[in-house]
């Protein structure tokens, strides 16, 4: 089965620090895809980013950036001089073909989250 | 656009009593989801449409019905609530057709069952 691992629960930084928030996953699937979202306080799910299997490249979008390894199974997040409105909760996704569905239909499985707390 | 809406934002049931959960998307997208998001376990898939016309169980079906109205609309039944099942339920939409993109989300409802 699918598996997301966020094994970090809760990281708290100072306000500039650069911080790494880690995610493993699990999957039998040749092609799938991992995504980032993001959960402010007010409770609203944000899409970051989504990468599929077949693209190892780095990305870079102002001060997030993100590493795909494949070897690893890792597709961790990196925020470099936090701010304060970085506090969130943060979820990474893995995206799962759907049984019986012959490769017609994926759903997402979610990692459990880290809270960042950025403290001015 | 207004994305995905999920109505009501708020509902407080008492053991035994029931509800739908509304969600409508005006994205033109096939594939529909239902979550519940618990403390410290992350967003857990209820039941999923990949399109009109089907609907499928995710990880935690049960007490939970849905009906795939149209391709704008999907909803969440709670026939005989359970306190258990107080918890953020959201809703998601997205395109599906060669390749997986990401899912939008709709607000939420906060369901509190007493």
């Known amino acids: 089965a699918q598996k997301v691992t966020q094994a970090q629960t809760e990281i708290s930084v100072v306000e500039k620090e650069d911080v790494t928030l880690d995610c493993v996953y699990e999957t039998r699937d040749t092609t799938y895809y991992l995504f980032w979202y993001k959960q402010p306080p007010s409770g609203e799910l944000v899409f970051l980013i989504r990468?599929?299997?077949?693209?190892?490249q780095n990305e870079i979008s102002g001060r997030y950036s993100w590493n795909f390894q494949k070897s690893t199974s890792s597709f961790n997040f990196t925020i470099t001089a936090s701010q304060v409105v970085d506090s969130a909760v943060y979820f990474c996704a893995l995206s799962e073909v759907s049984p019986n569905s012959g490769g017609s239909n994926y759903k997402l499985t979610f990692g459990k989250g880290t809270l960042l707390t950025v403290n001015p | 656009n207004a994305g995905v809406t999920q109505t009501p934002k708020f509902q407080v049931l008492k053991t035994g009593q029931s509800m739908t959960l509304q969600c409508a998307q005006d994205m033109n997208h096939n594939s529909m989801y239902w979550y519940r998001q618990d403390p410290g376990m992350g967003l857990r898939l209820i039941y999923y449409s990949a399109s009109e016309g089907t609907t499928d169980k995710g990880e935690v079906p049960n007490g939970y019905n849905v009906s795939r109205l149209n391709k704008r609309e999907f909803s969440l039944r709670l026939e005989s609530a359970a306190p258990s099942q107080t918890s953020v339920y959201f809703c998601?939409?997205?395109?599906?057709?060669?390749?997986?993109?990401?899912?939008?989300f709709g607000p939420g409802t906060r369901l509190t069952v007493l």
């Open positions: 990468r599929n299997s077949f693209d190892e």
């Open positions: 998601a939409s997205t395109f599906f057709l060669i390749s997986y993109n990401e899912q939008f």
